[in-house]
């Protein structure tokens, strides 16, 4: 991989093709990176560190890159461990550098590795030179920790952006967005932004969603800066495909979505699964984008994806209990944890003896000012089509 992002800045960060898992929720199915930079001036800056698991891999990177001279400031934009972690080790080779970093996380760096010297508190619009240049930074709470911020070169236009405008999905090939790929893709690749697109989606809708407010204001205080180049910490460079990445993060926070019908369903003998696979297959005849989606089974990371994608939910579950079938209050519960609003509704499900499932999907949605475009199709016992008519449904859909 070639490191020389510019003349000025160098990539130092990690792929990792091990984690299956995402903080302890999300699968990786094409791994994910830990991305961090040095900017060489007169004084070196090292901004964010790396996962601890990848420690010697980084810390060669570091020296590397740096060329035997020391790194002057580390900047943290971010707190989260998978980018804080190698703190203390930065500091065992470096012994003088000094933290950058704003007041809400010298309390999280000392709760996390207890350290309290050589910090430099910056506040908002405050610069540190390095010679030449200048790093400038702005606060940028609550996308998605309270004390995240960023970081503007101006000399190269590039924006180091925390986890804003990352993506899941380790980076084969160059790290820079001309020439990177997505581990494992199958599909066409002389454009890595379609390939990255759906595992940008799936990462903000799955840890960023609830947050679209403090997203706008950031993009907003942003708008102001000429920006070429973006660097986060998660996934490519982007260089090509900086007006795509920002447009994307304005939709998702605005809660815009395509038309289209992500269906969730969970059940427990297979009526209210006939009933999804019924839905979709009209939804097909007639040509609307869909995504099926079993929650029982499958990680619930998906769905949420889609829910952020498109403009309808039509979530499918059995009564359990005089309840909702667990798997999909869940979902429910997440959809109205990450504030999504501006959606169509539909819910669907069986029953045996008393039927309250549809009514209470219904009650949650309302209650999310979701629209509910009909009552529901609620039905007794076995799947029929002519219990349960999907068909109607599916216009209503359109």
Not at 21 to 26: M, Q, R, Y
Request: hydrophobic share 40%.
């Amino acid at each position: 991989m070639d490191r020389k992002i510019s003349d000025r800045i160098r990539y130092v960060g990690v792929n990792d093709h091990s984690k299956v898992i995402f903080e302890g929720l999300w699968p990786l199915p094409f791994g994910v990176t830990y991305n961090s930079y040095l900017v060489i001036d007169e004084k070196i800056a090292l901004i964010d560190t790396a996962e601890a698991d990848f420690s010697r891999e980084y810390l060669s990177n570091v020296r590397e890159q740096a060329e035997g001279r020391p790194v002057d400031y580390l900047v943290v934009n971010h707190m989260e461990p998978d980018h804080s972690s190698l703190m203390k080790e930065i500091l065992d080779i470096y012994p003088d550098i000094r933290i950058v970093t704003n007041a809400k996380a010298v309390p999280m760096i000392r709760g996390y590795y207890g350290i309290t010297d050589n910090i430099i508190v910056v506040k908002e619009g405050d610069s540190l030179s390095l010679g030449d240049t200048a790093l400038t930074f702005f606060m940028a709470p609550m996308v998605h920790w309270p004390e995240t911020m960023v970081t503007y070169l101006a000399e190269e236009k590039t924006l180091f952006s925390g986890d804003a405008f990352g993506t899941f999905g380790a980076v084969d090939g160059e790290i820079k967005d001309s020439g990177a790929r997505l581990c494992g893709w199958l599909g066409e690749t002389k454009d890595c932004f379609p390939a990255f697109s759906d595992e940008m989606t799936r990462y903000y809708s799955n840890i960023v969603g609830k947050y679209g407010q403090t997203v706008q204001a950031a993009l907003k205080k942003l708008s102001g800066l000429e920006i070429k180049r973006i660097c986060s910490t998660h996934g490519p460079v982007w260089e090509k495909h900086v007006p795509d990445v920002t447009a994307r993060y304005d939709m998702l926070s605005r809660y815009e979505a395509e038309r289209g019908v992500c269906i969730v369903y969970g059940s427990m003998y297979g009526n209210t699964e006939k009933a999804a696979k019924a839905l979709a297959a009209e939804l097909a005849k007639r040509g609307v984008k869909y995504s099926l989606h079993n929650l029982v089974t499958e990680n619930v990371s998906y769905a949420y994806r889609d829910v952020f994608k498109y403009d309808t939910i039509a979530a499918g579950a059995p009564t359990y209990n005089n309840d909702i079938f667990p798997p999909v209050y869940n979902f429910m519960y997440g959809v109205s944890a990450r504030l999504v609003r501006n959606r169509r509704f539909f819910a669907f499900g069986s029953y045996t003896w008393a039927g309250a499932s549809v009514t209470l999907l219904n009650e949650m949605a309302g209650k999310l000012g979701f629209l509910l475009i009909s009552d529901g199709q609620s039905f007794a016992q076995g799947y029929s089509a002519d219990k349960c008519d999907m068909a109607s449904a599916a216009e209503l859909m359109i």
